[in-house]
């Protein structure tokens, strides 16, 4: 197995970040860390900021939270400034750039990267209970097992297909900025992965292709996300690195948990940015208590995002999750 070789990000480039938020719902505790650090990096070298509205997941996008996420942002003090990509100063809405996603899509066919896929969701689900290498453990999920890779399907003969990506069967390492080496073997630790679905009759790219697309359309030189996109990582390293093209600074940091150690969830109480701000928390004490959880201030206290541009060391940054208590940090108020 020979190692595949990603090269390092530019560094050279001016500083650029994005804040993409998916509008599927109100902004919570946990993506506003994961914003602020974002904001802050950027903001403190120097660089710029952009908006990004990760809207193509169609069914799941609601318009009013797209509404209620810039709110959010704005409230929380984070601004961004106007990338390339825009014609004013509305953010960026993934969903207004089909053109170029399909248009990479084709690249990608044509170079022989893709196949097409009839699974099923169940039928992945089903195949991949088989056992699995213990040496080589899954990332996450199920593993897809590459029924329809040899198949060679013909999408023009089917209603309901995928396009898969296929991996080489080699690892692959890279460097993130808060967690350092990062390796694996994504062909047998993550699995062939869809890039684009054709449904209804339209093709439709999906997150891991569109993220790639304008993150570097935007010139973006840093990715700051939540910790469960890292295997995503692999992702989309292997289509930038097909591409040639150069790959942003990845800095994927830890996510706010509850106390029964499960992802921020209703039933951890309503940690809505927008609930805070109607039960008439300011939204200095909410960047407080999220600078605090990350080790940026050491006691508790109310702060601007402003006031912070400056603190970030990603050195001190821990890689362990926050835990969120509702009943210490705010009593009385779920
Ligand atoms: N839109 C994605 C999310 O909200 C984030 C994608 C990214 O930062 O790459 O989970």
């Not at 904001?39 to 710029?48: H, K, N, P, T």
């Not at 100063?89 to 969903?95: D, H």
Request: proline share 6%; hydrophobic share 40%; glycine share 6%.
């Amino acid at each position: 197995m020979t190692d595949s070789f990603v090269a390092p990000p530019q560094t050279d480039r001016p500083v650029r970040a994005r804040l993409a938020p998916s509008p599927t719902g109100a902004l919570h505790l946990g993506n506003a860390r994961s914003f602020l650090l974002a904001w802050l990096s950027a903001r403190q070298q120097g660089g710029e900021v952009y908006l990004r509205i990760e809207d193509i997941d169609s069914p799941r996008v609601k318009p009013e939270s797209v509404r209620q996420t810039i709110e959010d942002l704005r409230w929380l003090g984070l601004d961004w400034d106007q990338s390339d990509l825009q014609r004013d100063e509305e953010p960026t809405l993934q969903s207004g750039r089909m053109p170029r996603f399909l248009e990479v899509l084709e690249e990608l066919i044509q170079a022989g990267r893709l196949y097409v896929c009839r699974c099923s969701r169940k039928d992945v689900a089903e195949a991949a209970s088989a056992p699995h290498d213990t040496a080589l453990p899954a990332l996450e999920g199920d593993v897809y097992p590459g029924t329809c890779r040899d198949a060679c399907l013909k999408p023009e003969l089917l209603e309901k297909y995928a396009w898969r990506w296929k991996f080489a069967d080699a690892k692959m390492h890279w460097t993130d900025r808060l967690r350092g080496l990062q390796q694996a073997n994504p062909a047998r630790q993550l699995g062939d992965y869809v890039i684009a679905k054709f449904q209804n009759g339209v093709l439709v790219p999906a997150y891991q292709l569109a993220v790639v697309v304008d993150d570097y359309d935007q010139g973006i030189t840093e990715v700051v996300r939540g910790d469960d996109l890292i295997s995503s990582t692999y992702r989309q390293l292997a289509i930038l690195k097909h591409l040639n093209w150069a790959p942003p600074n990845y800095i994927h940091v830890p996510l706010v948990i509850g106390p029964d150690s499960r992802r921020l969830a209703k039933r951890h109480g309503d940690t809505r940015l927008a609930f805070f701000r109607e039960a008439g928390i300011r939204a200095e004490s909410i960047v407080g208590y999220l600078a605090h959880s990350i080790g940026l201030i050491d006691q508790r206290a109310d702060v601007t995002a402003q006031e912070l541009v400056g603190e970030l060391d990603w050195e001190k940054v821990s890689t362990e999750p926050t835990v969120f208590e509702f009943e210490r940090e705010y009593p009385g108020l779920n």
